[in-house]
Every structure is written in C-alpha cells, then in structure tokens.
C-alpha cells in the first residue's frame, strides 16, 4: 500500500462509486473497509439503500455522488453508459471539483475511451482508463486486477482508491485507451475460451460421458483452462445465475470485431465465438451466467446437461 492509503481515515480522498451492480458493489465495499468516506449511486434505489445500510453514504445522481468528491469511481456496462454520468444530465462533470479524477472501469473501445477522456480532461479534471478483471468476490476483497493508463496526476490522484481496489495494478501507459486495448485483449481471451469449454462440455455429455469426471480430468489436464475450472461448475450443478452474463460477451467480442474490421487484422476464432454468444443471447440466455452457452450447444443437438429439462 502506497503511504497515501495509510493516512487517517479523516485525511483520506473522498470516493464516489457510481454503479452499485456485483463488481461495483464489492468495489465500493473494499473502499468502506479500508477507511475512505463512500458515496454510492445506482439507478436502482434499492441498491443505493442496501449500501447506505452496509454504512456508506448514498446519492441519487452521479452529480450529487460526485459533489466535494477526490475520486469517482465508475463502474458501469459500457461506453455509453459512461459518456452519460460524466455529461448527461445530472451527470458528473457538473458538479466534480477540478482537480478531481475521474476512473472508469467499464470495458469499451480504446478509441472512445480517449475520446471521453479528452473531453473531460478539457474542463480541468482527470481521466484514468482502469478497466477491472476479477470478479465479484474479489472486488469486495479488494483484490482486483486494474488496467490502468493514463496521465502521472490522474494515477496520483487516484493512487489511494486503487491501492484499497487492486491485488494488482498494471500501469501500462501515460494515455487513456491503453488499458482499454490490453482489457479486450483479455476479453477476446475469455470469450474464446468460454465458448471452447462449453462446446467441450456439452460435446463429452453427447458422448454419454460423466462432465464430473471429465471436469475433473481436464482440470488436472493440458486441455484446461481458468475459465474451463471457473465457469463449467456452473454447469455441473445446472447454475446459470449470472455471475457475469451472455450479453457481456456479446458486447465485448463485438468491440472486438469491430477494432480489427478498422485494423484490417483477421480474428476469425473470436469470430466464431461471438457467434456462439449470439446464438445463446438469441435463445434467450442473454442476461444468464456466461456458461450458457454449453445450454445451447445441449438445446440444439438434444444434448441433456443437469438441471436441464428432458
């Protein structure tokens, strides 16, 4: 921890979470417990309240939230989202004091994410790109991965939040869009490799195998990956409670598509994955945890995985 983060609690940078969803929630949590004054904001009021009742303070608009704040934390779906708590309407480049930073943690297209930075940077305060990998129960452990780039005063500022947040922070550049370009790397990872272990898993119960065994095989095998170990006990125990959902994937291998369409790079095995997203999003999976998709590739061959009906 950075000497920054183990001021007195009095002392510490106040901090603004806006977007109270799983990772948010935990994020907001991991601040609370390491000393820092919280305010949340959601859409949902019921989110808002459930905070205020851990101790924390609430907000009904990210300008309220970010009134008197050091340190907006935002932790949202995706670019658009963003762009509207920073400029829309009630939104935080109202009332956030210049000087401020300003960290977004959602997953989006390099190019806006610097686009949304320079706008924001020309009215006085500072942008750090900070995408996040880890999960939801990490979040609140205050051990995430943090992607970060951006400006030496935007990383000062913001150093103390991001101590409290991360078991790891990757500084990887002066600019935004850096660590938006290093999180779809990852994403386009974590797609492929979801979708690869759903059609293994729904390919070996086709076979009449036993997914137990064969989970436990390949997780002590070459074949295995980190989201084979993590995200097929969800289908052993027929569990699609979004963890993280379908429609995440949907978004994300698109932006995929769509940044090496520009780059004129082939990514056809991504390709191919997003398809597989699409097809279970189409089914109407797109808001179930993102092993769903092993629940297509079963429904479209008359494949029967747990919990499924016959």
């Known amino acids: 921890m950075s000497p920054a983060s183990e001021k007195p609690s009095s002392e510490r940078p106040r901090v603004a979470v806006i977007g109270l969803g799983s990772m948010g929630y935990g994020m907001a949590l991991s601040l609370k417990k390491a000393g820092f004054t919280v305010t949340g904001c959601d859409v949902s009021a019921d989110a808002v309240k459930r905070f205020v009742a851990d101790g924390g303070q609430g907000a009904d608009t990210p300008a309220g939230a970010a009134q008197g704040a050091d340190i907006v934390v935002s932790v949202v779906v995706n670019a658009a989202q963003t762009a509207t708590i920073l400029f829309g309407t009630n939104g935080v480049a109202e009332t956030l004091p210049k000087g401020a930073v300003f960290v977004s943690s959602a997953t989006m297209d390099p190019d806006v994410a610097r686009r949304l930075a320079g706008d924001l940077e020309a009215t006085g305060r500072h942008y750090l790109d900070a995408p996040i990998s880890g999960g939801a129960q990490r979040a609140a452990q205050g051990e995430l991965t943090i992607l970060a780039s951006g400006s030496e005063a935007a990383f000062a500022g913001a150093r103390p939040a991001l101590d409290a947040m991360a078991a790891k922070l990757y500084e990887l550049g002066d ?3 850096q660590g938006a370009a290093f999180k779809m790397i990852n994403q386009l990872l974590a797609g492929v490799h979801i979708a690869a272990a759903s059609e293994a898993i ?9 997914i137990r065994k064969v989970y436990e095989v390949i997780t002590a095998s070459a074949g295995n990956s980190w989201m084979f170990e993590n995200r097929m006990p969800h ?17 994300d291998l698109g932006i995929i598509q769509d940044m090496a369409r520009t780059a004129k790079f082939p990514v056809p095995v991504s390709a191919a994955a997003l398809q597989m997203f699409l097809m279970t999003s189409a089914s109407g999976m797109g808001r179930d945890d993102d092993a769903s998709v092993a629940r297509m590739y079963a429904k479209v061959t008359g494949t029967k995985l747990p919990g499924e009906p016959n």
């Open 202 to 210: 729904a390919f070996a119960a086709k076979q009449g195998l036993d």
């Open 235 to 251: 289908v052993l125990d027929g569990d699609y409670t979004p963890r993280s959902a379908v429609d995440i994937f949907v978004k």
């Open 175 to 177: 600019a935004a869009g």
